[in-house]
């Protein structure tokens, strides 16, 4: 099999960059380094039996063009659903409400109809979904699937189309491409199904890429290869990317800048390395110290966040995440923090960097509220506080 | 990095190490040439695990990792007995389980227990939490002991035994499900502890619980541990040894530190490079390809259509368990010694092709068939 990296440069690319620069260079209203995804305060409200579901609440972002935006949570945080809903997926409906914009270079998505959208999906905004055993069709041989899209935004005649799917699947880095547009999705590995899914999502170069935890179902070695593919073929074609992950590890190298997701709000968005060298929100900093190291001694006792994540048909009322805390205060129980830039901290912080936290860490009112609550044993919240879950 | 790596490294209190009191030789678990074998149909066989040895000291929590379909799996329930080996032989306290009759197995397994990936679905849905837990002791006539052993087990496993007295498996989180399930296992105080993929289902803040509770109840109840995971950082922090696994076989196996910072098979090298880092950038070592189906694995060494260091000597002559260092074992024609990971290893002369690993001859839909259902499914 060949490394995704020695494929040559393809058409794809070519054309991509081609297409990029002549929009710019006519002069294009859009400016090169724009906003290319802007996300307004959306909301998306399911109504279930038991209740109604906040799953996302308030998330404004921006996405500029050639930029990867990692947003990371736990299950249940409302990713998917935002993601769903950025896509154009989930729209109003008698079950569920939806509220806020999404604009796509000029375009505002939300006020899309079907049509509207399907002539957006596929050829400027394509989505990879995490298994790659349910997201190609089971009974259609792969080069159909792939020139399905072809075919219909750029009318390519079949021949064409399947001359270009052996192409786009040579540049995801499969062997044979031949033989593989004859074969159907089970003849094929995990690994390689979720190659034909991104050949699939790059075959009309869009210039987003919504990718929704695209490893997570696969194995270590070939995940390093998917995200190495993803970003190698991102940066190449100049493509967006907004990847969606569970796992702060794999986005640390892979991404510009990262948005944390809990309980369906985002409570703390920098760029990535900031994120890493000075997490605000007590929740990122403990996510971090969860996930066991790879260098320095075994047996190391790893911090422990208390509890699960809560439940969105009754979410807790103040801060979300103030009844795992370990810093909680009274006021935390009843005020819900707004979003705020980390640049006025004392100590300062980088351009974008924002946290959604009253005792932000790194700072002398948290320093006194993790003493008050080692003190007193508990939190505000009533959580006992061990040493496992307070750093000493 | 700095305030994030200060914490986890002030929080970490290193657990004391009992390996020094142990002697080697105290083996609770051999495993000699094991083989598992099953039908794939139309006269083919999947070749799970194809002659394994092992021993698993008294104390110890040996790591045993791989990709999916590497058999790793399928060694833990063949310690078990679940289903019986197809060959070779597991020595648990001197005695071969694989010959001894179903019955004597069966008297055997309290002190042989098993927690599974998925918590919910291995707790029965229609009892309730107190009842699961304390089954084994009535199983074996000790069920005068239930209202007393039980509530104490699951007090052990961070439950409150009064909470959970009415409830029943859906009324709780993954996590806690899983708590149960390891209330189950330790009930009647077996001597070793098999952990199949056991937070892998688990959300990120939900897995630190459950593997420092893991820790605990080792140091608790005495156990051994055999614990099988994919996330090589979990098992990398929770293990004394570690043993590799691909396609079958065994291709490393040492002491935790030095086989993941100084991996000496080829194959260990790119798993421990393909790790995702908190520290930062990837360490180097992108792999390529995917694992051969177990059903016609390649002669020789099986990790030959992948490795970079492949001769003609790989291809013809299955390598052997050797010790290359104290306490370190590999089975590699071209091990790497003195070299750190993320430098590049030269390539000796490579004389095999590196085939494409699927479905590359006739009897090829079948064989990508079971092999992109082995790499899926052997897990669970």
Redesign the interface.
Known sequence: MTRPTDTAPTTVAAEAAGRHRAANAAGDARPAKGDLLTVDDVHVRFHTRNGVVHAVEGVSLTLREGEVLAVVGESGSGKTVFTRRVMGLISGSRETDVEGTVTFDGITLSDLDAKGLAGVWGKEIALVLQDPMTSLNPVKRIGAQITETLVLHHKLSKQDANARAVELLRSVGLSEPERRVRQYPHELSGGMRQRVTIAIALSCSPRLLLADEPTTALDVTVQAQILDLLGDLQSRLGMAMLLVTHDLRVVRSRSDRIAVMYAGRIVETAPTKDLFDAPRMPYTEALMNAVPPITGPNHVRLAVIPGRPPNLLSPPSGCRFSPRCPYAQDRCLTEEPPLRPASELPGGGIEGHSYRCWYPVGTPENAEARRRNVERGETAAGTPVTGEMVPA | ????T??????????E?TRDDRSADDVVLRLEDLVVEFPAGAGQVVHAVSGINLEVRRGETLGLVG??GCGKSTTGRAIMQLPRPTGGSVHFDGRDLAALSPEEVRKLRPKLQMIFQDPISSLNPRRRIPDIVGDPLVVWGRGADKDKVVPDVLRAVGLDPDQVADRRPHQF?G??CQRVSIARALVLEPEVLICDEPVSAL???????I??LL?DMKARYGLTLVFIA?????V?????RVAVMYLGRICELGP??AL?DAPVHPYTR??V??????????RGE??????PSPVSPPSGCRFRTRCPLATDRCADEVPQMREVAPGRFTACHHPVLDTAVGEPIAPAVTAVP?T????SNGA??NG??S??AA??RTES
């Open positions: 990095m700095s305030s994030t200060d914490m986890s490294t002030d929080t970490g209190s290193v657990l190490k990709e999916s989180s996590g806690q959300d990120v803040s939900v897995q630190a619980q593997l420092n820790e994919h996330d090589l950082g979990v990398r922090n929770i293990s004394d935790t530190e993941f790119l798993l490079s393909s790790i995702p880092s908190m520290e930062g950038a990837q992108v792999g390529t390809g995917e694992m590196t494409p690993l699927t479905a090829g839909s990508a068939g092999n992109g790499s899926s």
